[in-house]
């Protein structure tokens, strides 16, 4: 399965064991943690039933780095409550999508507390939501990633129809997103005032264009040349 | 859901507080402990988080007893090393069942470290397996219960995906790509020898995009202003 879990800023170690167990039930092998509570963290690895999964789990500093040679990002969310401005898929369908998509697949999940934050979400092409009865409590973060995993793993895996050109990795998306953004602040298109939460705006409808490495080259080659064009005017 | 979980001798507090928790989670509302480990049922029941389900759990000495008023009777197994004497249904086709049964079920899960015994398992109709990847290694029993009753409950029809921004019109897509290619003349990134094939290489990016009427105007946006800023500096 090329699929990799992405636990945010997880605080409790058995969580983080919980989650890396089910990994292994289900055959995924590659975990990341993005700025853990570190004492759950080192508690988790050194646990004596940690297995190769744990031992061999990546930290980062943030989502960006975390995600940025996947090539498709999907957020977890026990919602209702917040305002989505994300495609949200329940999860068989959601499940069925990330087993067709042809590269590598991160799947996020927030800490247990807070779930994730807008800015993580940012990253996301789309949310999925694990239909629960009661909308108003979450479920257990351990829990959620085997569920999750469990639907992702059912059935046969349908082979991903061949592609033209491979699919624009993060990190080649987060590139184009700054020089769009670098390009909006330089035309003055970016309102100081509400500049965050524009950037958010710009990076998810970045991710949602469904980009090829080379569309994005294309961009990239465009958007120096208006940059470029636009300092000299500055 | 006319579904009763029997925990059979559960050893750890945090186990019986997940199980109900997926409990809540599901719409499956009662639980049974038989022959728990005293410290950790007293322990979980009292937990501050330990909701309405924990705080009427019923705790009986024997299996036999746990299950009397029920009509089916589920044991669940992560197999492969016990000679199965009863018939074993994977997860999807056993929660198929469950969920047409028309009284009572009961669906046992054994302790952490053994399982089932044969003892248990023989007051069982039949086995449900959830298809891990690694046999050897059994599940963890909150996720068991998790995954579960996940499957049991899930609805038999798929309910639509919440409805996104409509999708943009080719009108839209045009005048899009039309001052995309201005700002590439503007800003000298087309070539005039290539004009018409980068016009043409333009147009079918624009299309692959998959845009939604949204988000074409967020980018008309950014275009215009773009556009001026580059106009200025001719």
Redesign the interface.
Known sequence: MNLVVVLVAPRNP?NIG?AA??M????CEVLRVVNPYQVAFREAVSAVSAGPILQSAQEFDTVADAIADCSLVVGTTSIGHRELKH????L??GAKAIRRAPGKTALLFGSEKFGLSNDDISHSHWLMR?????QS?S??L??AV??CL??I??SPVTPAEPKQSRPATMGELEQMTQM?LD??R????MNPVVASSTEN??RR?VR?????AR?VS??M??LR??L???G??E
Chains 1, 2 share one sequence.
């Open positions: 058995l919980a167990r089910a292994q039930n289900f055959g495609p949200l898929k329940l068989p369908p694990i239909q629960t009865i009661d409590r479920m257990n351990g829990q085997a569920v469990y639907e793993a059912r769009l390009a909006s330089r035309s003055g298109y705006k710009v409808m949602r264009l469904n980009l090829s569309d294309v961009w080659g465009m040349q208006i470029w064009k636009l000299n005017s």
